[in-house]
């Protein structure tokens, strides 16, 4: 059974980065069936996918996000993380990692999601 970890600090200063990880387990992080995203959705408000890494190391972000995004990976801890720097309090949502099906949009399995609240 796959399983998906967030963890990261539940409180964030503005301009800080934000950084958190997302630990996998029953499964390898570094397969060509899936990718693997981080999605976030703020306060009364609808998902926002911000962005991916592939089995191959490559990585895309949301138009929007791209230039405070950065999603990594060690697989040796099988983990992958996001920092979103420049936080503002417009960031805050409960974030999630979530592992997604090559060439689709679906998404087999998801974290509990971490809540993230940016206030100085």
């Known amino acids: 059974q796959v399983q998906l970890q967030e963890s990261g600090p539940g409180l964030v200063k503005p301009s800080q980065t934000l950084s958190l990880t997302c630990t996998v387990s029953?499964?390898?992080?570094?397969?060509?069936?899936?990718?693997l995203s981080w999605i976030r959705q703020p306060p009364g408000k609808g998902l926002e996918w911000m962005g991916a890494?592939?089995?191959?190391?490559?990585?895309y972000y949301s138009p929007s996000l791209k230039s405070r995004t950065s999603i990594s990976r060690d697989t040796s801890k099988n983990q992958f993380t996001l920092q979103l720097s420049s936080v503002t309090p417009e960031d805050t949502a409960k974030y999630y990692c979530?592992?997604?099906?090559?060439?689709?949009?679906?998404?087999?399995?998801w974290g509990q999601g971490t809540q993230v609240t940016v206030s100085s």
């Open positions: 979530a592992r997604g099906v090559v060439s689709t949009w679906y998404y087999d399995y």
């Open positions: 029953g499964g390898s992080i570094r397969t060509n069936y899936y990718y």
């Open positions: 890494i592939a089995y191959s190391g490559s990585t």
